[in-house]
């Protein structure tokens, strides 16, 4: 059932398995459609510091300079930075740090990660499911007033819906954390916009706002692990003092140090274009196929398509050599969604070309 808050029974059949990632599902020798870490070759701006840190392995990481650097990218004070181990720790240590809240409440579907950080910290969850009639569009008033904890995506993985700033700071009130996962903020792009159209990354006026970032999609450094929390500094403290010592090792952070550089970001302004067209591209042939349908104005590095027995499609889709997100295990989805990884032009019309023989069949 769409459109309302729910209580979720913990251990019920029905419940989708949050533990599912699309790593499970790109299995060697498929063409891999389902995770959505972007895979070029390493600029020399990355390479090069990273390569250095080597050099630096037998002294304890100092994150004095990598926070300095992420601070100075988003107009912050270093004290508003913490550093994490991919944006997934982040959600470990806000479940952990934030024991004492009464009514957490996750905005879904988005990644299941917050709510089983929150689950495995022994959080009793709520839900709040958007609606896929309206495109999965966030209306604030949905949310409990009295939920001192809320959790939401920006864009969201698997919506590629990205919420308008102005919705998401509704939501901000004193006695509420407030966190926005932005891991994938910088593959968004509006016209006359020259940085993150709706990113709240540099609020500094939001009570209770945590911004969780994360550089492995762009960057393709989902093995190194680095990523890193923005909000107000005796929060972040909290958080700090339940992350274990060392957390983010001397290569993580000096790779979080270069890509807060200007060059790396305007570099991310420019793949964000790029992807923009082969965003578009995929659209177009997705929505020429019977029965295709993709779900709001994705504004991210995948779409998510809505198809009747997309579950069978997907095995099909396997056996022809194609691995996809399957929707199922994502709260508010089910067996007839599939989410879709934004690729160049050549690959998606190979994608889809299979995908229209599947469906013709
Ligand atoms: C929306 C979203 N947030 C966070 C993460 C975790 O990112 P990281 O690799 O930085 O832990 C993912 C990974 O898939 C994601 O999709």
Redesign the pocket.
Known sequence: MHGQLIEVPPGTGKEPDLGH??DAEATPGLVDLAV?VRRDTMPDWLADPLTASLAELAAYPDPGPARAAVAARHGRPPAEVLLTA????GFVLLARALAGVRRPVVVHP??T?PEAALRAAGHQVERVLLDPADGFRLDPARVPADADLVMI?NPT?PTSVLHPAADLAALARPGRVLVV?E??ADTTLAPGVAGEPESLAGRRDLPGLVV?R????TWGL?GL???YLLGEAALLDRLAAVQPLWAVSTPALAAATACASPPAVAAEREIAARLAADRDHLVARLSALPGVRVAGRPASAFVLLHLAGADRVRETLRERGWAVRRGDTFPGLGPDWLRVAVRDPATTDAFTDVLAEILEA
Do not use: C, P, Y
């Open positions: 990632h699309g959505n991919g944006a997934a720790e988005q990644f990660e995506g993985n996962d891991a994938f969780v994360s550089l492995t999609k989902a692990r680095i990523g």
